[in-house]
């Protein structure tokens, strides 16, 4: 089955389009390097029009579909080279129909300037051949799909940016000491396993002053009555009587619809995490978005072998943790509770190297949870740049000084 056409483009002259979906990371078509080579004296009008270049002093057009694929400045693809071989692969997910492009500067390092049309909102008027000249963000964003070949050759301006990249989105740490609420008790599962639950306490305010007198800023309350398809009321009692004691509150767990985002938010917490909902239904993180904007909604998911769980990480998905991440950042979520399940409340050790790929492959915040034991994991998680570390049974069972893990934190 043929993967594209070139037809008239709405952006200028012909480009290429997809006549089938494209998932994002697939290959489009291959581009055939070995460019006809004309005189000045016989090019057509056309034939400027398209991606006529003076390469070593001779007029150098690229063959179809190579030299109809038009630039825009929130590209659709980008190549990467092996053996003299081009690949153009999808940069997201694209619908048949769509007109394929990339963005020139990627890869570029050309003093060329002409004016950009590509329509796009994103659009930078002035179309600059110099990857470096880019805006920041674009730099930033374009990181990844550098060709190893332009990586090499620009490996001092490259390193450099790196460090920008990493001095300025390296978030402030914070810890989050956990409550987990089943019935209005403080209870803490192995494995988000509901039959295998301990039960702490029964004064949730007590236990927010607690963590209050501690020195944290922040508590992660859990809502398992509502993950677990239980009345929830009692939970909603016990939010208002932490939220009473004037930390900041990220409260989840049942959050399936607009009612059970709302709820919470307008008690007075601070911000609310939607795990199967933020999977299944992504309308839903729309709306929530764009209601109440982006730091006051989370996405919390378990991963297991990979694969990102629901319904209490119960039931597995076909999405990898990546593609999870990838969609949520493309929604516009900042913020990504990420649950090793295998490792939560059974305090194995947290598992930083997922959390930093998902945070470091999205530039979500990714906030790492479960399998926290000591203090030592408290220390690596903030060593590898993640945004913060959830601390839930090691706090209750006393493996763990939240006031010694807080003066670490800063
Ligand atoms: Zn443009």
């Known amino acids: ?50 991606n006529a270049d003076v390469v070593d002093g001779k007029i150098v057009i690229m063959q179809e579909p190579e030299r109809c694929i038009n630039h825009s400045c929130a590209p659709n693809s980008y190549t990467k080279t092996t ?155 016990a939010l208002e009587a932490i939220l009473s004691v004037g930390l900041k509150v990220e409260f989840g767990g049942g959050i399936r619809d607009e009612e059970t985002i709302r709820i919470p938010l307008e008690m007075g917490a601070e911000r609310v995490f939607l795990g199967t909902a933020a999977i299944q239904n992504p309308a839903l993180v729309d709306w929530a978005i764009a209601r109440y904007g982006p730091s006051r909604i989370a996405a919390d998911i378990g991963v297991r072998d990979g694969q990102v769980m629901v319904k209490g990480w119960q039931e597995s998905t076909p999405l990898t943790m990546l593609e999870a991440g990838n969609r949520f950042r493309a929604q516009g979520l900042e913020w990504c509770v990420l649950t090793d399940v295998r490792r939560d409340g059974v305090g194995t050790g947290v598992s930083v190297d997922s959390a930093v790929e998902l945070q470091t492959a999205t530039s979500l915040k990714v906030v790492a949870s479960g399998g926290v034991s000591s203090l030592e994991d408290v220390i690596r998680v903030k060593k590898a740049g993640l945004a913060g570390v959830i601390i839930g049974r090691a706090l209750y069972e006393g493996k763990l000084s939240l006031e010694k893990a807080l003066l670490e934190s800063v």
Not at 16 to 28: H, L, P, S, T, Y
Not at 114 to 127: D, L
């Open 1 to 50: 089955m043929k993967n594209f056409i070139v037809k008239p483009s709405g952006v200028q002259g012909k480009g290429v389009f997809a006549v089938r979906n494209f998932r994002q990371g697939e290959k489009i078509l291959e581009i055939d390097d070995s460019h006809i080579v004309y005189d000045e004296a016989t090019l057509t009008d056309d034939d400027w029009k398209y």
């Open 83 to 237: 053996q003299q071989i081009r690949t153009l692969f999808a940069m997201r997910d694209i619908a048949a129909g769509e007109e394929i492009t990339y963005d020139y500067a990627i890869n570029g390092d050309n003093d060329g300037a002409f004016p950009c049309q590509c329509g796009t909102t994103r659009c930078r008027k002035t179309y600059l051949g110099n990857y470096f000249k880019l805006p920041f963000d674009f730099q930033r964003e374009y990181l990844p799909y550098l060709e190893d070949w332009f990586v090499q050759a620009h490996k001092d301006e490259i390193e450099a940016l790196k460090n920008t990249i990493s001095r300025q989105t390296i978030p402030p740490f914070t810890i989050f000491p956990a409550i987990d609420l089943r019935n209005g008790k403080i209870v803490r599962l192995a494995q988000g396993d509901p039959t295998r639950q301990t039960t702490y306490g029964d004064d949730p305010r007590a236990q927010a002053e607690q963590f209050k007198a501690e020195g944290a800023d922040w508590i992660h309350v859990i809502n398992l009555s509502g993950a677990f398809g239980e009345d929830a009321q009692a939970n909603l009692k």
